[in-house]
């Protein structure tokens, strides 16, 4: 959720709750971020890009104030939900954006026929489902969807890298599996192979019990993992003394800002 998908949400606000209201009715809006847990960097930019956008339009729209309201989800599928349902019926909220995770936008985007009146811009969830099937008339997405940048990917480590065996990566929920699935649909069309799969749980400390069981001889090992998840394994990947012998490919959130800001000297070249 960075700065250049908060002014899209901008303009989506203005086109959406803009028009045909009285101009001193405020108008509302949560903004689901995970602030604590595995994804707190994350949601700490997610906060700051929000009040960026909105400090750029010194938080005015078509001449009605706007008022936020954040809500932390700790990207928990459960407390998502909780967390949409106190903004709508405590705060009343007209509009909310976000959450971040894969498994929350899918939560959120399935409890959004309950709150029919109010629209749900999903601003970080990249998870392919919450815009590709079931579609409710109140969900928008702002965001890119998880696979979408992994096509290419796949089929670029295939025909340029020349990359033929690979094993892949990622935490167990919604959004690295549809990482590595883009991956793998280009690799394995392209003539490639994957030879092991790794899935950890969400906030994974130690992936000591991992290293061992990689096959020695992949030309790859694919990576989604987000967060302090994706701090840790590159550290310890280094100390195992993995990091000269394997290469990485890294999803999106491997290589994301608030990673390479702490771990970006392990991912160099």
């Given at each position: ?59 005015e ?20 939900v ?49 815009t ?40 167990d ?62 550290q ?22 608030t990673i ?8 160099e070249?």
């Amino acid at each position: 959720m960075k700065r250049s998908l908060t002014i899209g949400f901008v303009v989506l606000l203005v086109a959406l709750l803009g028009a045909g209201v009285l101009a001193a009715e405020p108008i509302r809006v949560g903004v689901l971020v995970p602030q604590t847990g595995a994804f707190a960097g994350l949601g700490a930019d997610g906060v700051e890009g929000v009040k960026l956008a909105f400090e750029e339009i010194n938080y005015e729209i078509a001449g009605r104030p706007v008022q936020l309201f954040f809500e932390d989800t700790a990207a928990d599928p459960t407390l998502a939900v909780q967390k949409t349902q106190r903004l709508v019926e405590r705060e009343k909220v007209q509009l909310i954006l976000g959450p971040l995770s894969g498994g929350s936008g899918l939560a959120v985007k399935e409890f959004a026929p309950r709150v029919p009146d109010v629209t749900i811009i999903v601003a970080g969830s990249a998870s392919e489902d919450i815009t590709m099937r079931g579609v409710y008339p109140n969900v928008f997405r702002s965001s890119y969807s998880g696979a979408q940048v992994m096509f290419d990917l796949g089929r670029y480590a295939y025909e340029e890298l020349g990359l033929r065996r690979i094993a892949t990566l990622g935490e167990d929920y919604a959004f690295p599996h549809t990482q590595i699935g883009g991956f793998i649909a280009a690799f394995l069309l392209a003539g490639g192979e994957v030879a092991e799969r790794f899935w950890v749980p969400m906030g994974t400390t130690d992936f000591s019990s991992i290293f061992p069981r990689i096959p020695r001889d992949i030309d790859a090992m694919v990576v989604t993992l987000g967060g302090t998840d994706a701090i840790n394994f590159l550290q310890q990947f280094d100390e195992y003394g993995l990091r000269d012998e394997i290469t990485i490919i890294a999803g999106s959130t491997t290589v994301d800002a608030t990673i390479l800001e702490t771990a970006g000297h392990l991912v160099e070249g």
